[in-house]
């Protein structure tokens, strides 16, 4: 079985985290995109609506400029305005994800000790791409436990069942995603 490089194994963690958000948000209404769980929490939306910046943001010419672009307004994303519909988060949330799959479809490991920038600070690669990584997993918690409040007893896990963890012992690798160019192996 071939290694997967380290950049392969970044662009699936990231992978795993908006697979993970994404069905969250699905099993939402609009309405509840939309609340927030108590006073000076955030909302679904506005989660989404920070998240989809920094990713706009970050990962725009990501080799070549600094990751906090001079037209990004981070404060404006914990505001929602009229504009601010659920498709038009959504539109921006999709944009940014894709604007991080672009930029790692052209990474390889050797990129990885390269200098970048975020906010002036130089990072390497692989430095910036573990802080994003981290910084997105947080939201990604913050997503999944708002929908799973707003949800109630009609929320639908996205792990291993209360409950099902002998049953998931017994056959753990049913639940295994291979690595790229692993699918149908084994």
């Given at each position: 079985?071939?290694?997967?490089?380290?950049?392969?194994?970044?662009?699936?963690?990231?992978?795993?985290?908006?697979?993970?958000?994404?069905?969250?948000?699905?099993?939402?209404?609009?309405?509840?995109?939309?609340?927030?769980?108590?006073?000076?929490?955030?909302?679904?939306?506005?989660?989404?609506?920070?998240?989809?910046?920094?990713?706009?943001?970050?990962?725009?010419?990501?080799?070549?400029?600094?990751?906090?672009?001079?037209?990004?307004?981070?404060?404006?994303?914990?505001?929602?305005?009229?504009?601010?519909?659920?498709?038009?988060?959504?539109?921006?949330?999709?944009?940014?994800w894709a604007?991080?799959?672009?930029?790692?479809?052209?990474?390889?490991?050797?990129?990885?000790?390269?200098?970048?920038?975020?906010?002036?600070?130089?990072?390497?690669?692989?430095?910036?791409?573990?802080?994003?990584?981290?910084?997105?997993?947080?939201?990604?918690?913050?997503?999944?436990?708002?929908?799973?409040?707003?949800?109630?007893?009609?929320?639908?896990?996205?792990?291993?069942?209360?409950?099902?963890?002998?049953?998931?012992?017994?056959?753990?690798?049913?639940?295994?995603?291979?690595?790229p160019?692993?699918?149908?192996?084994?």
């Amino acid at each position: 079985m071939p290694a997967e490089t380290c950049v392969e194994n970044l662009r699936r963690e990231f992978a795993r985290l908006r697979a993970q958000a994404d069905a969250a948000l699905a099993q939402c209404t609009d309405a509840q995109f939309f609340a927030t769980p108590g006073a000076g929490d955030n909302s679904l939306a506005v989660i989404v609506k920070h998240v989809a910046g920094n990713l706009t943001s970050r990962w725009t010419d990501f080799l070549t400029s600094d990751g906090e672009k001079p037209g990004r307004n981070r404060d404006d994303e914990f505001d929602l305005r009229p504009e601010d519909t659920r498709a038009r988060l959504e539109e921006d949330w999709h944009h940014g994800w894709a604007v991080l799959s672009a930029t790692f479809a052209t990474l390889t490991d050797d990129d990885l000790p390269r200098v970048v920038r975020i906010r002036g600070e130089p990072l390497t690669v692989l430095q910036a791409a573990h802080r994003q990584l981290a910084h997105y997993a947080g939201h990604v918690g913050q997503i999944v436990y708002v929908a799973k409040h707003h949800c109630g007893p009609g929320w639908k896990t996205l792990s291993i069942p209360r409950g099902g963890s002998a049953q998931f012992n017994r056959r753990p690798s049913a639940y295994v995603t291979p690595p790229p160019g692993e699918a149908g192996r084994g």
